[in-house]
């Protein structure tokens, strides 16, 4: 038995069927009636506005989308523009502030420094006991062994380790560091060690309690030393008090070693003579 819901679709195809002439003429006359409006100047400059609208609307997404993009190469170019404009600007100042300490300290070298060469600290080991210090200048520049290391202000240390373009200098404020010194008013003679570890405190040791030594007095090398040349400053004392045999003294250092930045290196070198007459065994030996 067939539905109603099938009868009415036979119905439908069957009038399509019966009036296929008069929806051919319909469809015709749609079509003409379209046409002709589309020859009318009014309709293409309606289509046409509507068209420059749509295509400028595409543009201006395709721009802004393209913009995005152009913007961020854009500024990564600018990022690393401006890091190496950073980076040079970096190197020139520190080249005009290198200047301008070397010309300083060269300008106020004193005249006991004699002949020197100049140079920088590069490197630092710090420690409470054994502080160390890399200098730029090596063997290619006369650097040897055992050679003294100063500033204006008075004795850094010496020479222990040389390379064609560094040089390792053991600082006065190491515990394996001694020189032998001298006391500017009475001439009283030591050895300047560094013990408690601060940086701007030494001690003067074996100073008799019989010898005049003065609190204030200047410490300088003393023509003792086997590296240093005699009148380097070394440091001021700043506390004497007894002990059985010997002062203890307390020394505050010329050089202030947390802002070490250039040395002079004395080119001037150690008596080996002397060295070799301090080393001899001071028993002779006998005569057969």
């Known amino acids: 038995m067939l539905t109603r819901k099938t009868t009415d679709v036979s119905s439908f195809f069957r009038f399509i069927a019966k009036h296929t002439a008069y929806l051919y003429f319909l469809l015709y006359c749609s079509i003409s009636i379209m046409l002709m409006q589309l020859q009318r100047k009014e309709t293409l400059d309606a289509l046409r506005e509507r068209g420059l609208s749509m295509n400028a609307a595409i543009s201006r997404q395709f721009t802004g989308a393209t913009a995005i993009f152009t ?4 500024n ?3 990022f690393l523009q401006n890091a190496r404009l950073f980076g040079q600007l970096l190197r020139q100042q520190a080249a005009l502030r290198d200047a301008s300490e ?3 300290i060269q300008a106020t ?3 006991w420094v004699g002949n020197y060469k100049v140079a920088r600290v590069v490197d630092r080991r710090f420690s409470a006991t054994d502080n160390m210090l890399i200098i730029d200048a090596g063997s290619r520049r006369g650097i040897a ?8 202000d008075g004795l850094v240390g010496r020479v222990i380790e040389v390379s064609p373009n560094y040089a390792k200098v053991l600082p006065v ?3 394996n560091f001694m020189v032998s010194v001298v006391s500017d008013s009475t001439r009283t003679s030591g050895l300047l060690a560094w013990r408690n570890g601060h940086e ?6 074996h100073v008799p309690v019989s010898s005049k030594l003065l609190n204030g007095e200047r410490l300088t090398t003393s023509g003792y030393s086997t590296f240093a040349t005699r009148g380097i400053p070394v440091g001021q004392i700043i506390r004497i008090s007894k002990d059985k045999l010997f002062y203890d003294v307390d020394v505050r250092l010329s050089v202030d070693f947390s802002s070490l930045s250039w040395v002079l290196v004395s080119l001037a070198k150690p008596s080996m003579e002397k060295i070799e007459l301090m080393d001899s065994p001071d028993v002779p030996a ?3």
């Open 102 to 104: 070397l010309n300083a």
């Open 109 to 111: 070298a004193p005249q």
């Open 71 to 74: 913007l961020e190469r854009d």
């Open 145 to 152: 062994k055992d050679m003294a290391v100063l500033t204006p």
């Open 286 to 288: 006998k005569e057969e």
């Open 76 to 78: 990564r170019q600018l």
């Open 173 to 175: 404020i190491n515990q």
């Open 200 to 205: 701007r405190l030494a001690k003067m040791e």
